[in-house]
């Protein structure tokens, strides 16, 4: 019998519909909502379940006989006993309109492969990688700073997070402080890893669009370090479409080439969505 295709009995014994072959069942360990737009939850993480840094998984809901199942990147980092997600509220989106309100001891469904580009093995090392998030874009690399592989290929690891207000912020200034103080993670941080947050509705320490702040140097200015160089810098890019294509556009501008798994680089970008 293969053992990995069983799902989690204690969290389908009361569901209505049967699980999908190919499909962890798991059950919902906490919630936060952090805005009437944002929420964590962690779920169970199948001891047979195994995952890169920065990859995302297919989730869904036991609420149909063919439940929706979109993307959703893991923001807990490979080693963690359990598996973290960072969702936007859909009010009509087919799988968050009913995501949104899940509970503890609810099941989520989880297909068991897991994939993408924003991981380390499609950058070549180099002494900074920027990871450039907006919104629930944040939640791969909420996975890679905390994840000791990342700290031996870059000597600095930036994370920038725009979002249209404060509130939305607090995810990523919680992870940040988190990780700096987490026993197994800290270490590797201390003085290497950097924060840089900005907001585009209300006012903030830094306000703008990332690509604004890229164009005009303030990112660098910030941070205290020169414009990007393909010599030295490396890039991760994950959040709203027009954000990805326009961030792309300046890195490629900049001189960096895209990578892959197959062919490792200057930088990636995830095109992983929810809805």
């Known amino acids: ?68 199942f979109r993307a959703y990147s893991i923001a807990s980092p490979n080693w963690d006993e359990e598996v973290e997600f960072f969702s936007i509220k859909v009010p009509d989106g087919p799988l968050t309109q009913h995501l949104q309100k899940i509970e503890p001891g609810d099941t989520v469904l989880m297909r068991q492969k897991s994939t993408g580009t ?18 629930t874009g944040i939640a791969p690399f909420a996975s890679l700073i905390r994840d000791p592989e ?4 870059f000597e600095q690891v930036i994370l920038t997070h725009t979002c249209r207000e404060v509130a939305e912020l ?30 585009t509705r209300e006012p903030s320490a830094h306000m703008g669009r990332i690509t604004a702040l890229i164009e005009n140097g303030a990112l660098f200015r910030a941070l205290g370090t020169p414009p990007l160089d393909p010599a030295s810098d490396r890039v991760m890019i994950c959040g709203s479409m027009d954000m990805l294509k326009d961030v792309r556009a300046l890195v490629e501008k900049a001189g960096l080439k895209e990578g892959s798994n197959a062919a490792p680089a200057d930088f990636v970008v995830e095109r992983a969505f929810v809805g």
């Not at 924003?118 to 919104?135: C, E, F, H, K, W």
């Open 1 to 68: 019998m293969n053992t990995a295709a069983m799902p989690n009995t204690e969290a389908v014994q009361a569901l209505e519909f049967p699980i999908p072959p190919g499909v962890y069942a798991e059950r919902v360990v906490s919630v936060r909502h952090y805005t009437d737009r944002l929420f964590s939850f962690r779920i169970t993480r199948p001891q047979t379940f195994r995952f890169r840094s920065g990859e995302f998984v297919m989730i869904g809901l036991p609420n149909a006989e063919k439940p929706v």
């Open 170 to 199: 607090k995810y990523g200034e919680e992870l940040i402080a988190a990780t700096r103080e987490d026993p197994l993670i800290g270490e590797f941080t201390a003085g290497r890893l950097h924060y840089f947050a900005s907001t």
């Open 118 to 135: 924003l991981v380390n093995d499609a950058l070549t090392p180099a002494r900074r990688l920027y990871m450039i998030s907006t919104g």
């Open 150 to 153: 990342t700290y031996e290929k």
